[in-house]
């Protein structure tokens, strides 16, 4: 029996696969759909995981390797972004600042990651505002969307940072 979804497509009653919108399968369960899977003829049809094959380290090398390309990210954003710069020099003055606080470990620790979430957040608008001008350097509604996403993102970081700081302080 056939049906047919919201956009009026014909699906199947049990479909096996996720079928994308050019028709192309993203099934990754070859064994199920093989004369021996489908009569039960002892083939494996476990699901099996989709191994990017740029991941070829495992173990201490891949550990080794992400802190590396994570260290690479960091120098990246201190050399080619001005906002990362100012709020890793606002870290520097704010962290220390925290630490010696009158306020509990906890609101330490509050103070401390209220500052470094800004840091994160920051991280990730430039990788969102980078990908945006590699996709396409022209200007489309979508792209300003999401440059615009970003920057509000680390506005709602940076505002949270006198927030937590206020709170732990004077309670």
Known sequence: MRLANATGVP???SPP???GARGGSACDYPARHSREGRQGGGADTRRRAVVSPHKKKTGLARVRNALLYSLDGLAAAFRHEHAFRQE????????PLALLAPASGTGKALMVAAVLLVLVVE???SAIE???DRVSPEHHELAKRAKDMGSA????ALANVPVAWLLVLFG
């Open 130 to 132: 980078a990908v945006v």
């Open 11 to 13: 699906r199947s009653a």
């Open 153 to 156: 993102a680390v506005l709602l």
């Open 88 to 95: 890793v020099l606002l870290a520097i003055v704010l962290v």
């Open 123 to 125: 991280l990730v608008n």
């Open 17 to 19: 696969c996720f079928r």
